[in-house]
């Protein structure tokens, strides 16, 4: 009996939260997020997939059910155009940051003195606005006084109205958005390549292997995980350009460059047709859910990063 | 040293040094156009950097157009909103890792489920909805819809998930109340994880394009990117305002990055890698 007596307020405090002012508490402290993501990401979702399937713009008052003739109806006006260009774009956007992230970590990560300071440019253009930045490069590929034209009537190469040309203005948007974004791949890398134990990588050393079996053999597969979802938040990203499109080439020319988001963008607030908008605004919805339930599973599979 | 060992240093500062100057070219051509005439700037054939400088480039730029006006408007809606995201993913966090409530489960899945509806995908039934609520042009519609973050949910409930919870029962045992539970002992260990956090939100507020966009349509309530793209399409071809524009645009945000570039780093990786 004793023994429960002294036991007793020990218990109490081990059962946190079983109190009911505890509970108030916590539902008081969770509610903000719970309501707030109902509010402006469940019930948005939910009107996307409702309108989707139904005909009438946003002035229409009487909607009806149209099945998927909005869909039909995107992918035959430029949304399936957009989707090949977003998989273009998204493909060439990984390659370009993984490979470009991957390589210079590599070097960061090497013993050369001074070498470890380097990382902080690659922040830069990570930090600043990207219309800025659009600004910049729109002026850098400007007809004649553009940089890239100087470059070209320097070496005596034909001059190039960059950005009204299909194929050169995607490359062009593309060059553009792996500068913006590849310093992130090349931070997340050097956290990778660090949680490599340096014991492992000097073992190897001794037993002669050089640079390349290395990576090859003790980097590579240590930080496969990390490889995994820095490829999930990069395709994320590559999903979703949009500001430089916008600023860079409005999706010209001839939608060139317009991707989904873009495409999203245009046919909801400049064309207002939201019927193929939202038909589109699932489709990415989809693309998006596809890729984070992969690193959830990858996740899952794989415990935590450090 | 030997020759083989100073051939290979020397190839990786070659290389590194080649990324570092390809990062910031852009910046420096800004820079230099920025300093130009127009007339220097659309003339190939003059020299990449400007005969004389001309500094008032800047102050014609900032007489031009409501700039002060902008930074404000995107002041407020950076700090508003990474304070909000902040908040209410320490409490969420915290509650989820350390307190038992029934609905816990439920309830965990609806504050991360934001986390799978990326707001590219919902910019049109946004703007109903906000029209809806009359939000449209106001501060509340830009701030409200980006207070609630699912990441800082995550990252909060990780944190707490990991800290010692005899800590708390010690405090119980003195007869501390839950909120003064949280209030001073669990709430301040949170504090760097909260600093790392705060940086990269507040950048991705202070840098957020597509949102405002998609809720204010007046220059008077427009963020610094939007009054950017304004001040573009209102003077296409004066080449060395629109680089003096991007310049008072950038060299706030470069500062914050040179002075805090520790933090940045911690916090990118704090966010795509645990």
Known sequence: ????????????????????????????????????????????????????????????????????????????????HALGVTAVYTTGFVVLTMGAGLGLALLLNSRAPGVARL???????????????????????????????????????????????????????????????????????????KSVPRDVLDAAAVDGAGAWRRF???????????TLLIWVVTTLTGLQTFTQIYVLTQGGPDGATSTALYYVYDQGFVQFDTGRANAMGVALFLLSLLVTLAQLWLVGRSGRAR | MPASLFARRAAVYLALGLAVAIVAFPLVWMTLSALKTNAEVINPAAPPWPAVPRWSNIGEALSQAPFGRWYLNTAIFGVAATAGQLTTGLLAGYAFALLDFPGRRVLFVLALSG????????????????????????????????IASGLGAFLFRQFFLGTPRELGEAARLDGASELRVFLRVYAPLARPVTAALAIILFLQNWNNFLFPLIVVNTTDMAVLSQGLSVFRSQFTTDYNLIMAASLIAITPVLLLAVTAQRHIIEGITLGALD
């Open chain 1, 216 to 226: 090859r053999h003790v980097q590579w597969p240590l930080t496969r995980r990390h």
């Open chain 1, 119 to 193: 990382r902080a440019p690659f922040v830069v253009p990570l930090v600043v606005p990207v219309v800025a930045t659009a600004l910049i490069w729109a002026n850098m590929f400007a007809p004649r006084f553009g940089v890239v034209n100087r470059v070209l009537a320097a070496l005596g190469l034909p001059q190039a109205d960059i950005l009204s040309a299909p194929g050169p203005a995607l490359l062009a948007v593309l060059t553009f958005g792996a500068w913006q974004f590849f310093g992130q791949n090349v931070i997340l890398y050097v956290a990778a390549l």
């Open chain 1, 1 to 80: 009996m004793g023994e429960l007596i002294s036991a007793a307020p020990l218990a109490r405090a081990r059962r946190a939260g079983s109190g009911r002012r505890t509970r108030a508490l916590a539902y008081a402290f969770v509610a903000p997020t719970v309501l707030l993501t109902v509010a402006f990401s469940l019930v948005p979702l939910g009107m996307l997939l409702w309108r989707s399937l139904h005909g009438g713009g946003v002035f229409d008052l009487a909607p009806r059910f149209v099945g998927l003739d909005n869909y039909t109806a995107m992918l035959a006006e430029g949304g399936g």
């Open chain 2, 115 to 146: 986390l799978m509806v990326p707001f590219s995908a919902i910019i049109v039934p946004m703007s109903e909805l906000l029209g809806g609520l009359g939000w449209l042009n106001t501060y509340q519609g830009l701030i409200v819809p980006n």
